[in-house]
């Protein structure tokens, strides 16, 4: 089973700062990696992926993934009291039927 | 728009009772999941599907069955529920047969056994 954990586990940013999240996984041979997004009473949202090493931006998300140091970060540019939610990385296992969640950080951007 | 949708809402019963949380999806999406979420232990896997009439052991199975009666319907069964399984409980789908291919989530249920 995959071994999945992030930090911080909580994080306060001035809006229009960069948050910055963390992830480190177990198993380096795993499929494409997620950022998912959860809002209070919601199910989590696909946010973002990532397969080869390096980074991949979309919009305001930047990720950048490392497979030797089996870690994965998720960069919230110019953020917003929106962005406020629980993050949660996501690792797939090799045969890429089932995922395997972090606990997740808690963001929260004030105005 | 793809759907998840989950029922009830929300559901209290009394240990020992029996319990049926129901997820239907219109995604078309061969896999279907059922986790639950716990503070200090996140989403963790129950049971999974891949198709009607298939399920899969997840990582914490123990008093829980799962059964898969369409490509659309799953359902999550406690024959008796405990309070340990008070938890908040997720359903969602995904197309395996594509790489890369992501979760669509159900608004969960949130059950209490008292």
């Known amino acids: 089973q995959e071994k999945v954990q992030q930090s911080p586990e909580s994080l306060i940013v001035p809006e229009g700062a960069m948050s910055s999240l963390n992830c480190t996984f177990s198993?380096?041979?795993?499929?494409s990696i997620w950022w998912y997004q959860q809002h209070p009473g919601k199910g989590p949202e696909a946010l973002i992926s990532i397969f080869s090493n390096g980074n991949k931006k979309e919009g305001r998300l930047t990720v950048y993934l490392n497979r030797a140091s089996l870690h994965v970060s998720l960069h919230i540019r110019d953020s917003q009291p929106s962005d406020s939610a629980v993050y949660l990385c996501?690792?797939?296992?090799?045969?890429?039927?089932?995922?395997?969640f972090g606990i997740g950080t808690r963001v929260l951007v004030r105005p | 728009e793809a759907a998840v949708t989950q029922s009830p809402r929300n559901k209290v019963t009394v240990t020992g009772g029996n319990v049926t949380l129901s997820c239907r999806q219109t995604?078309?999406?061969?896999?279907m999941y059922w986790y639950r979420q716990d503070t200090g232990h996140g989403l963790r896997l129950i049971h999974y599907?891949?198709?009607?009439?298939?399920?899969q052991i997840g990582d914490v199975p123990d008093g829980y069955k799962a059964t898969r009666t369409t490509q659309e319907d799953f359902f999550l069964l406690l024959e008796l529920a405990s309070p340990s399984q008070t938890s908040l409980y997720f359903c969602?789908?995904?197309?395996?047969?594509?790489?890369?291919?992501?979760?669509?989530f159900g608004s969960g249920t949130r059950l209490l056994v008292i």
């Open positions: 969602a789908s995904s197309d395996a047969r594509q790489t890369n291919s992501d979760y669509t």
């Open positions: 599907s891949y198709g009607a009439g298939n399920l």
């Open positions: 198993n380096s041979a795993s499929q």
């Open positions: 996501a690792v797939p296992n090799s045969a890429g039927n089932k995922l395997t």
């Open positions: 995604n078309s999406h061969n896999y």
